[in-house]
């Protein structure tokens, strides 16, 4: 398991997706040990983890949708486990399942958004809910009252992910309360094309205010 965990961090490293795939066709615990490596998300290698679970999710499905519904299934598990964290980078995780997943897992979304009144997991289902976007117009209808009313949170991390989620899933409506976030210089780090890069608030609601704008 050891040795197994060192070769997926080395790929994970060079953000070597299509040779996990390989290495998921010779050992399936491949998906483990990336749920494993996902729990400490103040680094790259577990953001890449989470990312990997949803890019290697899409292509089991074309050969067996079945593994990943169960696999679906176990992280759900996970995430109503009452044992402490292990459930923390679940949603993020669900969320890459069905962003990769669309038609098959799109009853999987608005479970994901129930969880948000979960403190240790809002940020997870903001972020979540701004990876899947637009599934279709029930995706809308349920997300966005949630993403809104985590616009001015007192948490960072919650209204810098609302105002991600807004991009992807907002309308003009929401321009004036992302504008009102333009002066919002808090730094946080976000995951974005592989790499964990520091921006302020007021940056991920300028991209926000762009993408509704366009």
Excluded at 33 to 41: A, F, G, R
Excluded at 63 to 76: H, K, P, Q, Y
Excluded at 86 to 109: F, H, K, Q, T, Y
Aim: with cysteine; proline share 3%; net charge neutral.
């Amino acid at each position: 398991m050891f040795a197994l965990k060192k070769e997926i961090k080395t790929l994970l490293a060079k953000k070597d997706f299509a040779s996990l795939q390989k290495l998921y066709s010779v050992d399936k615990k491949v998906i483990t040990t990336l749920i494993s490596l996902s729990y400490d998300k103040s680094n790259n290698i577990a953001w890449r983890s989470i990312e990997a679970i949803g890019i290697l999710s899409g292509n089991i499905a074309k050969v067996d949708s079945e593994i990943v519904r169960n696999m679906v299934g176990r992280l759900l598990w996970m995430i109503r486990d009452e044992s402490g964290g292990i459930g923390w980078s679940v949603p993020e995780i669900l969320g890459e399942i069905v962003r990769n997943n669309p038609e098959l897992c799109v009853d999987i979304a608005p479970i994901i958004a129930s969880f948000h009144e979960e403190k240790m997991l809002t940020p997870g289902v903001l972020w979540a809910l701004s990876r899947m976007g637009k599934l279709n117009p029930d995706t809308v209808d349920y997300a966005i009252p949630i993403i809104r009313s985590y616009i001015s949170d007192n948490a960072i991390k919650n209204r810098c992910y609302a105002a991600k989620a807004l991009g992807e899933l907002g309308t003009v409506d929401d321009l004036k309360n992302l504008e009102k976030l333009k002066t919002d210089n808090n730094i946080i780090d976000i995951y974005e094309n592989g790499e964990l890069v520091k921006k302020t608030v007021g940056e991920i609601a300028e991209e926000a205010i762009a993408k509704i704008n366009t």
